[in-house]
Nanobody, 123 residues
Framework: QVQLVESGGGLVQAGGSLRLSCAASGRTFSSYAMGWFRQAPGKEREFVAAMSMSGASTLYAASVKGRFTISRDNARNTVYLQMNSLKPEDTAVYSC????????????????WGQGTQVTVSS
């Protein structure tokens, strides 16, 4: 079992930046592939980014590639999502996820989910 707690969300103007953090507790953090999903009001949940256990592999949604960067600090049991050049369409609740299997882009691949943190980008 692993528990995930996100932080760092907030209100930012278009073009601005935010860094989300996800603190994990429980089993060995380095045993999990980590990722981020988001869900906007009235829309389906969508994959944002993911990183393998070692950090050697990363995956990004096309809509965020080049603007968002996922990273992890296994010593701090934390995964980050650096979000730059934010757009109003990035507004959503962002959730941290973990899997003890390989890194993936599908929600069903992740067994553990955080409660989410709200990101609002104003135009």
């Amino acid at each position: 079992q692993v528990q995930l707690v996100e932080s760092g969300g907030g209100l930012v103007q278009a073009g601005g930046s935010l860094r989300l953090s996800c603190a994990a507790s429980g089993r060995t953090f380095s045993s999990y592939a980590m990722g981020w999903f988001r869900q906007a009001p009235g829309k389906e949940r969508e994959f944002v980014a993911a990183m393998s256990m070692s950090g050697a592999s990363t995956l990004y949604a096309a809509s965020v590639k080049g603007r968002f960067t996922i990273s992890r600090d296994n010593a701090r049991n934390t995964v980050y999502l650096q979000m730059n050049s934010l757009k109003p369409e990035d507004t959503a609740v962002y959730s941290c996820v973990a899997s003890d299997r390989t890194v993936a882009t599908t929600a069903r691949s992740y067994d553990y989910w955080g409660q989410g943190t709200q990101v609002t980008v104003s135009s």
